[in-house]
């Protein structure tokens, strides 16, 4: 019962805070590129730490490091093919083009979407 409680809990703290971010975002429509800077910053080190200290020391856990690395390859190449995706979709709009950072927000946030997999998935393991 204790463990349901406590994913419930990680579930609606996380969902809250995306969603409270992207509400947020949705209000600030001119921001400063400092700002905008700052904040993919922000979440690209938030990110890192997850894979880090939480994703990586887990995954060691529960398989070998030729399947940790290959994972992380994985990873890598799904990002490489979010960039060129992103890159080649919105190549006609001229924000894009013009605004490097939008760029990143984009692959950033996709990033952030497919972290979830692994972790929900190992949580549901888990259970």
Known sequence: MEI???????????????TL???????FN????????FILSF???????VICFDLIPE????????MVIVGIG??????????????TKFSEKQSLKSNNL???GIIVSIGLA???FPERSCNWVRI
């Open 4 to 18: 349901l409680k406590t994913t419930l809990l990680g579930l609606f703290f996380g969902t809250f805070g995306t």
């Open 21 to 27: 971010g992207g509400i947020i975002g949705c209000f």
């Open 30 to 37: 001119k921001v400063s590129n400092k700002f905008l800077s």
């Open 43 to 49: 979440a690209s080190g938030l990110m890192m730490a």
């Open 59 to 66: 995954a060691l856990e529960l398989a070998n490091i030729l």
């Open 74 to 87: 994985f990873g890598i190449i799904a990002m490489i093919i979010c960039d060129k995706l992103v890159e």
């Open 102 to 104: 939008l760029k990143t």
């Open 114 to 116: 497919i972290h979830n």
